[in-house]
């Protein structure tokens, strides 16, 4: 479902942010967003994400395959990249990816680029596939 969104998003160019909740708990993180413990599904994050939604500018926190809170806060990174300089839903994601070991999927508002961080990385312009596979991988390493 957060694939199909991130694809959804993209054609778009819908900007989003969704942290997958792994093994350390992100509820310092929930709490500066708005509870909503509904069921992940593609039309639920795409239109939490669409303007002129109230919770659109802040990241969507998924733990157990539920969206427990969106529109939260989350920790910026002040790493740079070769590619150029990383807008605000970047760093938060990678921000997270780093502090934790949840995994972030990222949709550009402006280029409609799908991004994923894990482990401090910033994997940049992914298909919807590769996204797919990247976020299986790290959900399987939570098995290990």
């Given at each position: 479902?957060?694939?199909?969104?991130?694809?959804?998003?993209?054609?778009?160019?819908?900007?989003?942010?969704?942290?997958?909740?792994?093994?350390?708990?992100?509820?310092?993180?929930?709490?500066?967003?708005?509870?909503?413990?509904?069921?992940?599904?593609?039309?639920?994050?795409?239109?939490?994400?669409?303007?002129?939604?109230?919770?659109?500018?802040?990241?969507?926190?998924?733990?157990?395959?539920?969206?427990t809170?969106?529109?939260?806060?989350?920790?910026?990174?002040?790493?740079?990249?070769?590619?150029?300089?990383?807008?605000?839903?970047?760093?938060?994601?990678?921000?997270?990816?780093?502090?934790?070991?949840?995994?972030?999927?990222?949709?550009?508002?402006?280029?409609?680029?799908?991004?994923?961080?894990?482990?401090?990385?910033?994997?940049?312009?992914?298909?919807p596939?590769?996204?797919?596979?990247?976020?299986?991988?790290?959900?399987?390493?939570e098995?290990?």
């Amino acid at each position: 479902e957060i694939v199909d969104a991130a694809a959804q998003m993209k054609d778009h160019k819908t900007g989003g942010l969704v942290v997958i909740e792994r093994e350390i708990g992100l509820r310092e993180y929930v709490e500066t967003g708005t509870r909503t413990d509904a069921r992940v599904s593609a039309a639920l994050v795409v239109s939490l994400f669409t303007p002129p939604s109230p919770l659109h500018d802040g990241a969507v926190i998924v733990s157990a395959g539920q969206v427990t809170a969106a529109g939260c806060t989350l920790p910026l990174s002040d790493v740079t990249y070769q590619e150029g300089f990383l807008g605000m839903r970047h760093r938060a994601g990678l921000g997270i990816a780093t502090v934790t070991d949840a995994v972030s999927v990222i949709v550009s508002e402006t280029s409609g680029r799908i991004s994923c961080a894990y482990r401090g990385r910033l994997l940049l312009n992914l298909t919807p596939s590769q996204l797919k596979y990247n976020i299986q991988q790290a959900l399987l390493k939570e098995a290990d």
